[in-house]
């Protein structure tokens, strides 16, 4: 591969657009003359992902970032909308050519002991990508466990155990061992660590920064927490109901917020360094991703907001450090 | 914590549900007495001081015996009394015993796997597929379960050719009690499978593109199971007590192979005129099989409860 | 705080000892728990899942879940004990003295009655006053805690508020008695980034005018860091750290807090690594004798096997359980 190539992107997302139909059943809806009613999880959502890079989405409830996440793995079939795995189109409806594509990506889930089969040993759990794709065959495949389980800081001892004998890192553990056995080269994360308490968090980052340099991973890391976020991420996307707000270099983005939301989340995050930054109450709430707002989302909470933002939805356009969704973007030093 | 050393056996002993079970006095009597009941049948054979449905073993004379009393004519006596045609009581409860465990057991077996089938599928599929089999199974529920089986038994008796009739009557019977209690096991199974359908070792499962029927059988079924046990074991007092409820109303296994409500249905009508054990001895047999079946059930529907324990 | 050293602690708890019975013996879940609240002062109480900090608050209002039992140690509200008071009259102290706020906004919240209905309630039992004046009284409470139309929106349904608004709602229904003490078990953690803040402004605010004492209980040192006077260090049922919120987070003199600091990645930090304490907590049935956290601990040496380390002065204010810590050394 040239050096070109090594830096081009991995994944590739367009216009992605999930909807959900959340009417009531037919008949009801009938008797009591509704319509059908949607929610847009996400909507135009375009951003991608460079080899052996950290792109993280972050964002709270109701910003869709699960969704993106489900789609990408094909758990969801997107509304509209295209991904790109290094080039190639993915389809999952057609099944057959897409078996080589799913074997260069994985998911990490948030819920440990949600992910693990209880009634499965982990030697199975473990193995169920490399039996899946039919990677190898008998005593190749309890060797290779044994070697995952040693990569993830287990031991092969452990390989007999059921899911319920180990604490909730440890478990984290072993679902990075089932993503990493298919020998990926994209994993996604979702909340991989708001599980877990602080100091497993910390071995699970470690872990997984570990992992990303040993075997040039690439990652997608959905997460609600910024700290976490800006310690794993070098870019990052900003996401608030369902829409990409922001997209910037994720040093960057921390010192200068283009877009006003952002500066809210990182003015809302607790001072643990007492260095006297006072967290800002933010304004209002999050509204009902059902009846969203007109023009920009995020107008009702926004202290730049004018006419415009209530008329038109902001088109992302480009930034010194990336691009933001704003018709005031850059503006933002001047929030009080 | 249990350690490699322990035996398989050491360790089951030791579970949560064993020790559920040392620690409920009702459970172990229950389980007592079924095993008892149980062990009684399958060794009929051998327990049984005469073999009832053997023509040749049987006479006329010593019908009506009452228990532990000489038969006038023959002088024989029988703990339990004998029948109008002379069979000792103790061997047809040993064998209608066997019959009526065989029929329940199949039938809740045949439930079991029509309604895990069907519910996973439901469960899984969701969309209209659920909603067509969901809505079949509140049509059927509107209807009393005796009243399907009986239909179920009826229509197929009349497309069975006659002279197969009395071998197939049992499996017909099987088939029918069966048929009108799969319902239960699918409404259970749809639920769980729903709740364990969006839980992330399924996902993870789908992300490698397994296949469904592999993700239905090897991840979703054996977490399922915990209350298909329950309402299996209740449901075999069902099947027991429908069962004779069929073989009571005289469609059940033919006379020649008597069942514990076949042995009911004969005994009712000697009741008035004064031969009361033809009744009394295989009604409390079918109460004590019943009733301890039920129990059990019970039992374990608290024990596999994590809000309870 | 030094000056007030004479001064009588509103709650005190003393060597509580908090034990389950199970099938396989008996576990301790709290071990020799002690520690102070003085007036108005708000005590961070911090720690991982199941390092007992949520059983202390449940040991406190006597709603510990059966099996579990004070099996030792003391709990004293204003100098009287309130551990082995019955249930009638802990029901009364719960409420009016000790007002509670937990993480799930809908567990404190009767669906079935307005917020209204709730609030005059709880304003009438503890209160004698009119059904007019608990009503107006709970006006201004809403109003208090951010309800925005507070006269309007009072006879809503919980239902009907925003899990933000809803959190609001349970604040000012645990203030509604005028408490001397307020213990809020993960205030925040059910909500978004942006709403926390919003939250623990109105707690710390509310709280401060009516000069209740606040027991902070949370898995988050940031809350931690902006609310509280002082905070506890829970580590496997023990005290591991107590001491003033600068002091611990920036000072902190016991390893695992030490440790626990560095894993919390910042928004101001620089390394690529962050500091990870290896290992787990142990559980109950598993904890280590002598100093409970030795296997994990990098400066382990034979005493910690041996004996369990008390809670010794290392600075004014600031105790900790470890045998590095000299008797009020530096």
Not at chain 2, 23 to 52: M, R, Y
Not at chain 2, 72 to 83: E, H, M, P, V
Not at chain 3, 125 to 131: F, K, L, N, P, Q
Request: glycine fraction near 8%.
């Amino acid at each position: 591969m040239t050096d070109l190539q090594m830096t081009g992107p991995l994944v590739q997302v367009d216009g992605l657009t999930r909807r959900f139909d959340i009417s009531k059943p037919w008949l009801n809806r009938v008797l009591e003359r509704e319509g059908k009613q949607f929610l847009t999880a996400n909507a135009d959502v375009s951003f991608q992902i460079n080899k052996g890079e950290t792109f993280a989405l972050v964002g709270e409830s109701g910003s869709g970032k699960s969704t993106i996440a489900k789609m990408i793995v094909g758990l969801l079939a997107p509304s509209a909308g295209h991904i790109r795995f290094d080039g190639e189109e993915m389809d999952f409806a057609s099944g057959a050519d897409m078996r080589a594509l799913r074997r260069r990506f994985q998911m990490i889930f948030q819920d440990p002991f949600a992910s693990l089969n209880p009634r499965w040993r982990v030697r199975d759990i473990v193995a169920e990508p490399i039996v899946t794709f039919g990677l190898l065959k008998g005593p190749e495949i309890t060797r290779e466990v044994d070697r995952l389980l040693d990569v993830v800081g287990l031991s092969a001892a452990d390989a007999a155990k059921f899911p319920h004998e180990f604490s909730g890192g440890q478990r984290q553990r072993i679902a990075i061992a089932r993503a990493l056995s298919s020998k990926p080269e994209f994993i996604v994360c979702d909340e991989p660590t708001s599980a877990l308490d602080v100091s497993v968090q910390a071995q699970i980052l470690n872990l997984m920064r570990d992992l990303q340099d040993e075997f040039g991973l690439t990652y997608l890391l959905i997460s609600h927490d910024l700290s976490v976020v800006r310690h794993m991420a070098n870019r990052i996307g900003v996401l608030y109901l369902g829409r990409l707000v922001e997209v910037a270099d994720a040093k960057r983005l921390f010192v200068e917020p283009q877009h006003p939301y952002t500066r809210m989340l990182l003015d809302a995050v607790p001072d643990l360094a007492l260095s006297g930054r006072r967290r800002k109450p933010v304004l209002g709430e999050i509204p009902n991703p059902i009846d969203p707002p007109s023009g920009c989302a995020f107008n009702p909470r926004c202290p730049l907001a004018q006419d415009i933002c209530k008329a038109q939805t902001p088109m992302p356009r480009a930034t010194p450090t990336g691009e933001a969704a704003c018709h005031f973007a850059g503006q933002v030093g001047e929030m009080a | 914590m249990t350690t490699d050393t322990q035996s398989r056996f050491a360790r089951i002993w030791d579970s949560d549900i064993m020790w559920s079970f040392r620690h409920s006095p009702v459970a172990i009597v229950a389980g007592f007495v079924v095993a008892l009941i149980a062990l009684a049948a399958v060794f009929a054979p051998w327990l049984a001081p005469t073999n009832p449905y053997d023509p040749s073993q049987l006479n006329l004379m010593d019908g009506f015996t009452a228990p532990m009393e000489p038969n006038a004519f023959t002088g024989n006596s029988y703990i339990l009394g004998t029948d109008n045609q002379g069979r000792d009581v103790l061997s047809t409860i040993l064998y209608g015993t066997r019959i009526s465990l065989f029929v329940g057991l199949s039938a809740v077996l045949f439930a079991m796997v029509l309604g895990i089938t069907l519910g996973l599928i439901a469960g899984y599929r969701g969309g209209w597929v659920d909603g067509l089999l969901m809505r079949i199974a509140d049509v059927q529920l509107s209807f009393p379960s005796i009243l399907i089986a009986l239909l179920i038994f009826g229509v197929a008796r009349g497309l069975i050719p006659p002279a197969y009739r009395e071998t197939m009557a049992i499996w017909v019977l099987i088939v029918a009690i069966g048929l009108s209690d799969w319902v239960q096991f699918a409404r259970v199974v749809r639920g769980a499978t729903m709740v364990e359908k969006s839980k992330e070792y399924v996902q993870a499962a789908r992300v490698v593109g397994a296949h469904p029927a592999k993700i239905l059988i090897r991840h979703i079924l054996p977490n399922v199971m915990g209350p298909v046990l329950v309402i299996g074991t209740i449901g075999l007092a069902l099947a027991i007590i429908a069962e004779a409820t069929l073989s009571f109303l005289g469609v059940g296994v033919p006379p020649t192979q008597p069942s514990l409500g076949t042995l009911i249905r004969i005994g009712q009508q000697y009741l008035f005129s004064g031969e009361w054990w033809i009744l009394l001895f295989p009604s409390i047999a079918l109460l004590a099989l019943a009733l301890s079946v039920n129990l059990l059930g019970d039992w374990l529907r608290d024990a596999l409860n994590p809000r309870l324990r | 705080m030094t000056g007030d050293k004479m001064k009588e602690p509103l709650l005190s708890v003393r060597d509580l000892v908090v034990e389950f019975p199970t099938r396989h013996g008996t576990l301790r879940a709290l071990d020799q728990v002690s520690f102070d609240i003085g007036p108005g002062e708000v005590l961070g109480m911090v720690g991982e899942s199941g390092a007992g900090k949520s059983l202390t608050g449940a040991a406190i209002i006597g709603l510990l879940e059966p099996p579990g039992r004070i099996a030792g140690g003391e709990i004293r509200l204003r100098g009287a004990r309130i551990d082995n008071l019955s249930y009638e009259q802990m029901r009364r102290i719960r409420g009016r003295r000790i007002g509670m706020v937990f993480q799930d906004p809908l567990t404190s919240l009767n669906p079935l009655y307005t917020v209204a209905q709730q609030l005059i309630q709880t304003i009438r039992t503890h209160m004698d006053v009119s059904e007019a004046d608990a009503r107006k009284r709970a006006v201004a409470l809403l109003d208090r805690v951010g309800i925005p139309a507070a006269a309007r929106r009072i006879d809503d349904y919980p239902h009907h508020f925003s899990g933000g608004m809803r959190q609001r709602v349970v604040i000012a229904l645990a203030l509604a008695a005028e408490p001397e003490l307020v213990i809020a078990d993960e205030p925040t953690t059910a909500l978004d980034v942006s709403v926390q803040a919003q939250i623990i402004d109105v707690l710390k605010e509310i709280c401060a005018e009516r000069g209740a004492s606040v027991m902070l209980i949370t898995h988050d040192m940031g809350v931690i860091a902006e609310t509280a006077d002082r905070v506890a260090v829970l580590y496997a049922g023990r005290v591991a750290e107590i001491g003033p919120v600068r002091d611990v987070i920036q000072h902190a003199r016991h390893p695992y807090t030490a440790g626990l600091m560095g894993a919390i990645p910042t928004l101001e930090q620089t390394s690529d690594r962050l500091v990870q304490i290896p290992g787990a907590m142990p559980r109950l049935n598993s904890i280590p004798t002598g100093c409970a956290f030795n296997p994990r601990c990098a400066h382990v040496f034979d005493h910690c096997y041996r004996e369990r380390p008390v809670l010794r002065q290392a600075a004014p204010q600031h105790e900790v359980a470890c045998w590095l810590t000299e008797e009020g050394g530096a």
